[in-house]
């Protein structure tokens, strides 16, 4: 059994695997394909949902230790409670984009040298199978899993909020127990449901099993559309700007820069996505580099404008609400701006929960390629090209919790999943670096072995701000996983003494 727990897979065992016909995808996207699905992920929620979240904070709502951040606990004891809840960033909300920019870089640097040597389905879970062995690439399969799942659980909230303050503008409105969420921290449970977030994500799965290169042409305009919506507001808005909104900049110090990052944290990984389409890039040796820093470095710049704008068009502690933007500009009387950019935050969406289901449909397939997940989700449609049965599994994974939850609960618990998953491929870089130098890198990491460590240290920091509740779930969500890997995944396992027995020869640890 530990034997197994640390046997890797080759990179080229994975190459050839990933080349048999019957589970060969459709190479058809590009370098600016793959840019505009960065983009698409990057830029949704975090620019037009939690922008207002991590800004306002919320310090008084939780008096439990359960929501301080876990790094005021270990600082002050028990006396963190009450001293920071979920303190807000305020207008340093500005920095949070910037901090959690560098980060990101860090991490897409690691991501770029890995996806480069390895393109193949699944990101970080492929590229621990490849260098740190099957038991830790199935914790950060099914850790990614829930990253994806949760990060779109709360765009798709996000989504029916916009959506119910544009059609107010017309003054069309949902009855509440079909536009609310069943459950919500502050009220507990009710008889509600969020139809308008189910239905999008599951028109979005119709959409990604007929076909990639479909996927990525609707995903390119509504990156367009939104582009074109962030500079409107930025523009438009910045003549409202007002000064005395700043200050103080950051009125919960440098532990509310910190903790505002954590939670916008997961609005960057949209260069995560990037890494899992691999199977489908026509060059990914020279795509995947490219579009992974692109993506980061164009949105870093709008993420950072936005936060400044927003800030000095409203008080920072007045933006803790689903649709922060719209109703910035609609207290300022700009009703015909605040459709466009509400137009704009809705394509912002759409495209960024396209996206995050395309890499968590191929995550499913590529785990249930290596036997940890049932057979089934590997199949590849015989027409399209596309793993059918994990797209439908992934579609109706996010869009049923996201009738029931609300947002501030999902967008909490993605956070630590994307950190940690960001923790291991770059401590895969250096494992690959240590064991394999002679294997041929169409991109490195400068710089190494140092970006990489101080990935690994920033990445920790940040996971460390995040609630002690929030650590909580994460390792409950894990012990989950550790049941399913012990009583299914390791006895399916193409490593599992019987998958050998009955294989003959199988690989070899490496």
């Known amino acids: 059994m530990a034997s197994q727990f640390f046997q890797t897979k080759s990179i080229d065992q994975l190459i050839a695997e990933a080349d048999r016909p019957e589970r060969r995808l459709k190479k058809t996207l590009g370098w600016l394909s793959l840019t505009a699905l960065g983009i698409g992920a990057i830029i949704g929620s975090g620019i037009f949902i939690l922008t207002g979240t991590a800004a306002a904070g919320e310090v008084e709502r939780y008096p439990s230790i359960l929501q301080a951040p876990l790094l005021s606990v270990l600082m002050h004891g028990r006396h963190a409670i009450g001293l920071n809840g979920r303190p807000g960033a305020g207008p340093g909300i500005a920095l949070s984009f910037l901090l959690v920019a560098c980060i990101c870089a860090l991490a897409g640097l690691c991501y770029a040298e890995l996806a480069s040597m390895i393109p193949i389905a699944g990101s970080a879970y492929t590229y621990t199978y490849a260098t740190l062995g099957e038991f830790i690439a199935w914790i950060i399969g099914w850790d990614l899993i829930l990253e994806y799942a949760v990060s779109n659980m709360a765009v798709a909230v996000g989504f029916s909020a916009y959506v119910n303050n544009l059609i107010g503008t017309f003054g069309i409105h949902l009855p509440t127990y079909l536009s609310s969420p069943a459950y919500d921290p502050a009220r507990g449970w009710a008889p509600r449901f969020n139809i308008l977030g189910f239905l999008i994500v599951m028109l979005l799965t119709v959409l990604l099993v007929r076909g990639i290169r479909e996927s990525a042409g609707a995903n390119n305009v509504m990156v367009g559309i939104k582009l074109a919506a962030i500079l409107v507001f930025c523009i438009v808005a910045s003549h409202y700007v007002h000064p005395s909104n700043w200050k103080p900049f950051l009125p919960n110090g440098w532990q509310g820069v910190l903790t505002g990052g954590a939670i916008?944290?997961?609005?960057?990984?949209?260069?995560?996505?990037?890494?899992?389409?691999?199977?489908?890039?026509?060059?990914?040796?020279?795509?995947?580099?490219?579009?992974?820093?692109?993506?980061?470095?164009?949105?870093?710049?709008?993420?950072?404008?936005?936060?400044?704008?927003?800030?000095?068009?409203?008080?920072?502690?007045?933006?803790?609400?689903?649709?922060?933007?719209?109703?910035?500009?609609?207290?300022?009387?700009?009703?015909?701006?605040?459709?466009?950019?509400?137009?704009?935050a809705l394509m912002g969406m759409v495209s960024s929960i396209l996206v995050f289901q395309i890499g968590q449909a191929r995550v499913w397939f590529a785990?249930?390629?290596?036997?940890?997940?049932?057979?089934?989700f590997a199949r590849v449609h015989p027409k399209f090209r596309t793993p059918d049965v994990a797209t439908w599994m992934a579609g109706l994974f996010v869009a049923i919790p996201a009738g029931i939850f609300d947002i501030g609960t999902l967008a909490d618990l993605t956070n630590i999943g994307t950190l940690f998953a960001f923790v291991l491929v770059s401590v895969a870089v250096l494992v690959l670096r240590k064991k394999q130098p002679e294997r041929p890198r169409a991109f490195r990491v400068p710089f190494s072995p140092w970006i990489p460590m101080a990935s690994v240290a920033f990445c920790l920091l940040l996971m460390a701000s995040l609630t002690v509740e929030n650590w909580l779930r994460f390792v409950i969500w894990l012990v989950i996983g550790q049941v399913i890997y012990f009583t299914y995944s390791r006895h399916h396992s193409e490593f599992s003494s019987s998958h050998q027995k009955g294989a003959g020869a199988g690989s070899q640890p490496k």
């Open 367 to 376: 785990m249930a390629r290596d036997g940890l997940l049932p057979k089934s």
């Open 264 to 344: 916008v944290f997961f609005t960057y990984i949209g260069f995560d996505s990037v890494s899992t389409a691999a199977e489908e890039c026509k060059d990914p040796k020279r795509d995947l580099p490219l579009a992974i820093l692109c993506s980061l470095g164009v949105c870093a710049v709008l993420y950072v404008a936005v936060a400044v704008v927003l800030t000095g068009v409203q008080r920072w502690n007045t933006l803790d609400n689903a649709a922060p933007v719209a109703n910035a500009l609609e207290a300022i009387g700009l009703k015909m701006t605040d459709r466009w950019v509400t137009v704009g």
